[in-house]
RNA sequence: UGGGGCGUAGCCAAGUGGUAAGGCAUCGGGUUUUGAUCCCGUGUACCGCAGGUUCGAAUCCUGCCGCCCCAGCCA
């Protein structure tokens, strides 16, 4: 593991932690932790740091902490610790007992914060939040010091007991490391350590009336915890300053190394909780899973698999590199996975009658078919076929365009599994829409047997009029109109991105009847249409609702756009 | 106009001074009772630009350009 050669195509953190390894920086611990704050659900970018963290763990015979960074009460919510840990779970990692909260720490917190007052390197600040801004500066002009910057450390001693002591109002005082107001960096010019927070905290319940900031909480928990590698995203570059800063002032027991990596976006999602929360908030999704959402809970509820979405991750890759990844990336990953383990079965979406002029009324005949066509261990099942059959009305054109080998008056197509079919008639109302195709089906062509060997052009699925069942199914698209809505648009707001087609159900498909009988959160692929999941909420005993997760690939599609290009 | 970071093909990404891997997408072709799967093949990437060092530079140096982040008592 030490040998140089195995640097090489290794992602810039682990060639670190290999480099630390083999000169024994840590003895050889590598150990990590992923730190959400409890204020929203998971999102695909945060997969990417769960991914990275708990892979590295494994990947070193490390460990990795899940610890909540509940500082800020007002934001955070038991529910959304709940969601968190189902889904960390749900992706295939395990923390084992190591689970901790910020809010574990925090009398060693207070007593950091103790002894940074002592050693003249923490003041008590009485500035308004307002004061304390124009006090800063800007970025372009250094701040001034604040006139209570010189307090004793008796008074700012006494002053930050009674911050404790729940002696004073929300706002009133604030305690601020003493660093630099001319510092370049923003984060160093006396940054905030300590809040006064009257709440309840759904830790420590009404324990504390202060609160550590985020830098400070997050650098002495790292440290306590014997984190070695404390991986992050870019936005806390700057702050590695002052995480430097506090572990030089601080007497801690270890001592880890900050590393920034660069954030994962998904083409046409958002992963601001704020945009997130704004969907919600709007009622333009049904929740934090509905199946639209970049959420982990959205993406399960879809039906994407944890095996999908970590294999997606891993191709993303680790670099410092602003990414925006297209959708397909994510969708062939699904595709992928799902292709192995999904077994088919056939549905209608938008149903055309046929009759077969040629069958006897009233007779039906169960045939077989195989429940995946490279994969005969899964199975075979008997489909029911008899005088009405429905198609898909995307299958029939009266008038095709060049390359259309579906059904057309006059020609043959294969029904999947049954026989083949000629067209022979095309029954419409006084509108001209179509209503029913008559067509002949030819016994001596029965899937299976030698006459079926006949070449023809297509193959289309079906299901069987009378033993098929009505279903609804749900057909998703991208959430937005742009690539990059949660980039700064002036003035704009997620609504204004909103593609209104990201929702399209379909109340009245038809399915086989076996697929009734399902379990909720069963994947299965409707053959031709795409990989689809048993909705796990709204699915009732004998009443399914099906998710599409995501089409199969489509040339069809692409041949179609062309031509229609060429017009 | 302060500080920090990033620029290798449409999207990701290897490359760590010796002459540009790989994946996805695209476009061809083969197999196929899913226009799926599977299998083959397919890219002159002025390595952001311009100079310099060197026998040799995507890699080192200088200057420039573009994009991202920072002025919460949020994380």
Partial sequence: MTDTIDNIGKDFIRQIIIADNASGKHDGNVVTRFPPEPNGYLHIGHVMSICLNFGIAEEFNGRCYLRFDDTNPVKEDQDFVDSIMADVHWLGFDWEDRLTHAADYFEDLYSCAVKLIEDGKAYVDSLSAGQIREYRGTLTEPGKDSPHRDRSVEENLDLFRRMRAGEFDDGAYVLRARIDMAAPNMNL???????????????????????????FAHTVSDALEGITHSLCTLEFEDHRPLYEWILDNLDLPNRPRQIEFSRLNVAYGITSKRKL?????????????????????????RGYTPQSIRNFVRNAGVTKKDKLIEMGALENCVREDLNQIAPRA??????????????????????????????????????PFGREIFIERDDFMEDPPRKFFRLRPGGEVRLRYAYIIKCVDVIKNDAGEILEVHCTYDPDTKSGRPGADRKVKGTIHWVSADESVTVEVRLFDRMFTLANPDANHEGKTVADFLNPDSLNVVSEARVEPALVGMEPGTHVQFERLGYFLIDTKDSQPGQPVFNRVVTLRDSWAKIEKAQLAEI
């Fill in 277 to 301: 929360a704004a969907l919600i908030e709007g009622g333009f999704v049904s929740g934090w899973d509905d199946p639209r959402m970049p959420t982990v809970a959205g993406m399960r509820r």
């Fill in 189 to 215: 010019r006396d940054p905030a350590l300590y809040r006064i927070r009257k709440i309840n905290h759904q830790q420590t319940g009404n324990a504390w009336s202060i609160y550590p900031m985020y830098d």
């Fill in 346 to 383: 056939m549905a209608v979406l938008n149903p055309l009658k046929v009759v077969f002029l040629n069958h006897p009324q009233g007779e039906m005949e169960m045939l077989p078919a195989m429940n995946h066509p490279n994969n005969p261990e899964l199975g075979v099942r008997e489909i």
